[in-house]
Each structure stands twice: as C-alpha cells, then as structure tokens.
T-cell receptor, first 116, second 118 residues
C-alpha cells in the first residue's frame, strides 16, 4: 500500500513570495490533515478535511494561508505572502475512518520550507 | 481543551539500557493517547496508542506504554535500547476540536530526542 505522498520535499523562497505544497493521501482515506512543525516543537494542526469539507481550521492563519481538497482526494496548502516565521516542516497526514478520536493518522515525509 | 508535556527534550541511554520517555497530558474528555516516532527527514510513524480497555499498551519495535489516569501520564518504555531506536519521539492526545467536535485532532508534545550510545 502506497503511503502519503508530498511534494516538493524542500523549498526555499524569499519573504513575501508565495508557495504551494501538494499532498496525496492514502487511497480511500476520508480524512486529511495539514500540520506545521517548527524546529524544536511538535506538529501543530493547521487544517483538517473530512472528504472535501473543512472540519477544523481554527489554527490556520487565514490572512495568508489557504488550503483546498478538491474531489476529496488530493490537497494543496498555499502561503501568500510568506513570512520568516513560516519556516517549518509542513506535514500531511491521512486517516481511514471519518469521525472518532482513536483512528491512526498516517504521515507523509513532509515539505521543509525555508523563508529568507 | 487538551495539552501534552514531555519531560526532557533530550534523553541519552547506552545500548541495552532501559528507555523511559515521559509524557503527561491534560484533557477535558477521556483521553486517547498516542506515541509517534520521527526519524531524520521522515514523517511520523505510530508506535502505539491507547483508546480504551487495557491500560498497558504494546507497540512496535518492543516499545510499550502504560496509561495511568490518576497520574495523567502515558510514559513510553523499552527494556533494552538499540542503536536503531535513536530518533525523536512525540506523545500526543486526541481530544476535541473546534466547537467541541471529535474529529480526531491530535495535540502533540514538544518531542524528546533519544540518543543511544554504543
């Protein structure tokens, strides 16, 4: 079974530029998550989709971050414009079951973003 | 609301020694608890999880953890460390999300880097 795929793996941009990350979850997984992991910290949830609907975006900085999940499969996370403090690893995860708290989340390898 | 505190950002052990990584949690609902491991430049991999039932949970690679409600703890142990165990370990709790919904949102601790010496 293929895992969660993410691209690109690394990205370096100047502040105020825009950037987009792509995630392809495990086939059949209803729920998709985007996390931000700043160096030295644990991942922090940015947004959670169930199929193609948003169920939690309470920690997404909506003035600069946006995300979509078209057709309930792939997802794109965008930052526009980027700030220095956005330098982090962006992790995508997916889980099979919709709803419930005990389900396992499967993580992709992440995209490492450096904003100069 | 929920939170996780991992005591010790770095733990160093000798190969063959006991591994003990500490995790304390706070949750407004009965907690579901997870331990994930992250190797360099990789995503997180589930080691084990507690949802309900038996409080001693066994996971992959010889790790286990015990849920202690009275101590609000979920410490991770392994009897004998191996060089391949060197990685960063994250404890997480699944509570409730925005508006009290239960969609599986994970709140992570800050992580513990495990170093294993020969």
């Amino acid at each position: 079974e293929a895992g969660v795929a993410q691209s690109p793996r690394y990205k370096i941009i100047e502040k105020r530029q825009s950037v987009a990350f792509w995630c392809n979850p495990i086939s059949g997984h209803a729920t998709l998550y985007w996390y931000q992991q700043i160096l030295g910290q644990g991942p922090k949830l940015l947004i959670q989709f169930q199929n193609n609907g948003v169920v939690d975006d309470s920690q997404l900085p909506k003035d600069r971050f946006s995300a979509e999940r078209l057709k309930g499969v792939d997802s794109t996370l965008k930052i526009q414009p980027a700030k220095l403090e956005d330098s982090a690893v962006y992790l995508c995860a997916s889980s099979f079951l919709a709803g419930g708290r005990g389900k396992t989340q499967y993580f992709g390898p992440g995209t490492r973003l450096l904003v100069l | 609301a929920q939170s996780v505190t991992q005591l010790g950002s770095h733990v160093s052990v000798s190969e063959g020694a006991l591994v003990l990584l500490r995790c304390n949690y706070s949750s407004s609902v009965p907690p579901y608890l997870f331990w994930y491991v992250q190797y360099p430049n990789q995503g997180l991999q589930l080691l084990l999880k507690y949802t309900t039932g038996a409080t001693l949970v066994k996971g992959i690679n010889g790790f286990e953890a015990e849920f202690k409600k009275s101590e609000t703890s979920f410490h991770l142990t392994k009897p004998s460390a191996h060089m391949s165990d060197a990685a960063e370990y994250f404890c997480a709790v699944s509570g409730v999300g925005a508006g009290g919904t239960s969609y599986g949102k994970l709140t992570f601790g800050q992580g513990t880097i495990l170093t294993v010496h020969p």
